[in-house]
């Protein structure tokens, strides 16, 4: 029997529907990772690090596990409706790095596990211990006023005779804040500093910064690690060198960008751990048993050129603690 025209388009058809149905199927089998930044695209480096570990464990991006993301851009006020658009994807995992992204994701789902790389869970009331988290929320964290104080000690080791440190940040930003109140009192007395808010909501106001510093006295800048444009630590640098600040940040790659000092948490090996907890929690593991992981791994960062176009030299103490010196 000969073979018509319309048997040969119904048969197309039906084979194209077939694929159709097949590819929609595996999409929904494929498990989806829901990734929550405070940073545009071009500075999650916290996801691709996560995605690295991920493919260490044996996924494929595309086949064996899929991303959707979501970028405040740099304007935390943002995160919340970014999460519950999250959450509108069903994700079987949500993943996070900021203090402000773990409580907007914590806010848009009670039942989605939450993976989380931020400063202080016990402490902010996120999670009752480390141990047995419980709820929906697990992954690693570490002791924030801890770190804070360690930069303030490099800082006045560095730079002797420094006695009113400048902290630059957002006003917003809760983590400093608690800082600020818990363990910035204590340790100024220690060191003999005195430590001076200085606050900038956007990345316009950083002139005007550096001349109220000028006015109050300042002689050396703790850089807070904001969402902020990676070009405005470059000025920040930039202009901490004009105004002849010492200055140490927790910003990855300040120092590269002409800041003195970097201490940070070596945040590339923290989010590629992050995989592990994707990897059990995929395989039905319950966040809430999974105990959270108190990372400690820190980095320092010393820049000498800056070093010696501030008149400084580092003295030893400072360069034997430091994991890169850049000359």
Known sequence: ??????????????????SFDTNAQQAQTIPTIGV???TSPGQAFCSERLKAGLHDLGYVEGHTIRFV????????????????????????????????????????????PIVVGTADLVTT??????????GNITGLTWYGPELFGKRLEVLKDAVPRITRVG???????????????????????TLGIEIHR???????????????????????????????PIGHYHRVA???TTHRLPTISARAGFAAEG???EHRLDTALMCRRAATYVDKLLKGAKPGDLPIERFEKSLLIANLKTAGALGLTLPPSVLSQADEVIK
């Open 167 to 189: 902290l630059l940040g957002h006003p917003d930003n809760p983590v400093v804040n608690r800082h600020m109140r818990d363990t910035g009192p204590t340790v100024a007395r």
């Open 238 to 240: 930039e202009l901490a």
């Open 69 to 112: 993301y979501r970028y405040a851009e740099g304007k935390p006020e943002s995160l919340p409706a970014l999460a519950a658009e999250l959450v509108q994807h069903t994700p079987n995992v949500l993943f996070t790095w900021a203090a402000v992204g773990v409580l907007a994701a914590q806010q848009a789902t009670t039942t989605i």
């Open 36 to 38: 929550l930044a405070n």
């Open 198 to 228: 200085i606050d900038i909501r956007t990345t316009d106001e950083v002139e005007g910064a550096f001349a109220a510093m000028a006015e109050r006295g300042i002689d050396a800048l703790l850089v807070v690690d904001e969402a902020w």
């Open 1 to 18: 029997m000969p073979i018509t025209r319309t048997f040969l388009v119904a048969l197309v058809s039906s084979l194209l529907l077939a």
């Open 125 to 134: 009331g996120i999670i009752p211990n480390l141990a047995q988290p419980g």
């Open 259 to 261: 800041g003195l000092l």
